[in-house]
């Protein structure tokens, strides 16, 4: 590629860049006066969307969040009894277990999964909307989209977000734990002091 041609596809990316950087800030700041707004008048607030939402979010991601936080808790835990044992600390693993999960990977495996599950949810359902015009018609009728579409949706992932994070975080340290009696050897009877 010549070197010219390098310049205009950085320069190209940049100003493309700027202007979905653009785009972003006058979304978040149409959703600040959405909310704004309805702290002002809350009985213009429609909480049943929120609710919809919420339970779309929050209550049906729960058994694939469960799941997939056991699962990723025993394999930790496995994986810890693995290589932890060539060096006789096999006690540590409960610890490791407990500071990944609670610290760093419980989260975070929770946010990927909202993110993948919940935002190609919310970007099919709106993008199909922005397609059929319905978002043109709910200016024609005078109503905002971003308080009638967005403001229920982001609040209901800010609700939902913290409540899968701790369920997810619980479900890793209960398959961490299983993984850990199983594997390890460990029994109740036997961990207690005689």
């Known amino acids: 590629m010549v070197p010219g041609g390098m310049l205009e596809l950085v320069g190209r990316s940049v100003s493309e860049a700027w202007s979905q950087l653009i785009v972003f800030i006058a979304m978040v700041g149409a959703l600040g006066f959405a909310l704004l707004a309805a702290v002002r008048r809350p009985q213009s607030?429609?909480?049943?969307?929120?609710?919809?939402?919420?339970?779309?979010?929050?209550?049906?991601?729960?058994?694939?969040?469960?799941?997939?936080?056991?699962?990723i808790g025993g394999i930790i835990a496995q994986q810890g009894f693995f290589h932890f044992r060539k060096f006789g600390a096999?006690?540590?693993?409960?610890?490791?277990?407990?500071?990944?999960?609670l610290r760093e990977i419980g989260v975070l495996i929770v946010a990927i999964m909202v993110a993948g599950r919940s935002g190609s949810s919310y970007t099919a359902e709106l993008g199909s909307m922005k397609m059929r015009e319905e978002l043109d018609a709910l200016h024609t009728m005078g109503l905002?989209?971003?308080?009638?579409?967005?403001?229920?949706?982001?609040?209901?992932?800010?609700?939902?977000?913290?409540?899968?994070?701790?369920?997810?975080?619980m479900a890793a340290l209960y398959g961490g734990g299983l993984v850990a009696w199983l594997y390890g050897g460990m029994s109740p009877r036997s961990s207690s002091p005689d």
Request: aromatic share 8%; net charge neutral; proline share 6%.
């Open 45 to 71: 607030f429609r909480w049943t969307s929120a609710i919809h939402q919420l339970d779309r979010v929050g209550w049906r991601a729960v058994p694939i969040v469960v799941l997939i936080t056991l699962l």
């Open 144 to 169: 905002d989209p971003v308080r009638i579409l967005i403001l229920p949706r982001v609040l209901a992932l800010i609700v939902a977000l913290p409540l899968l994070a701790f369920v997810g975080s």
């Open 90 to 101: 096999d006690e540590y693993v409960v610890d490791m277990v407990g500071i990944l999960v």
